[in-house]
Nanobody, 129 residues
């Protein structure tokens, strides 16, 4: 059984940093892309960042480019999202999720969460102004 376990959410002031971690068990990362999507109350979900284990290619939502960094530790089967310069609009529940992409991540947009095959329970990130 594939399981994703998130950790690292919390409350931070605007301009601060948080690190989210996702531990993957039950499957080797293999052909999967692992990433994070988020959802705020009353809004549609949106993909934030993801990374392919096979070639370490990444995809980021435009609004987080330059602020968020995603990395993967293949030996530990963990994916980390480092979030810097956080803004109140980053407030959301963040879900670690996995999917098997067709080709390059460049072909995807913020709706990649629709292709998710497995996801964690989510962790709340709150950024105060």
């Amino acid at each position: 059984e594939v399981q994703l376990m998130e950790s690292g959410g919390g409350l931070v002031q605007a301009g601060g940093s948080l690190r989210l971690s996702c531990a993957v068990s039950g499957v080797t990362l293999g052909d999967y892309a692992i990433g994070w999507f988020r959802q705020s109350p009353g809004k549609e979900p949106e993909g934030v960042s993801c990374i392919k284990r096979s070639d370490f290619s990444t995809w980021h939502l435009d609004s987080v480019k330059g602020r968020f960094t995603i990395s993967i530790d293949n030996a530990k089967n963990t994916v980390t999202l480092q979030m810097n310069s956080l803004k109140p609009e980053d407030t959301a529940v963040y879900y670690c999720a996995g999917f098997r992409p067709y080709g390059s991540l460049r072909g995807y947009d913020r709706t990649w969460y629709k292709y998710v095959e497995v996801r964690g329970q989510g962790t709340l990130v709150t950024v105060s102004s």
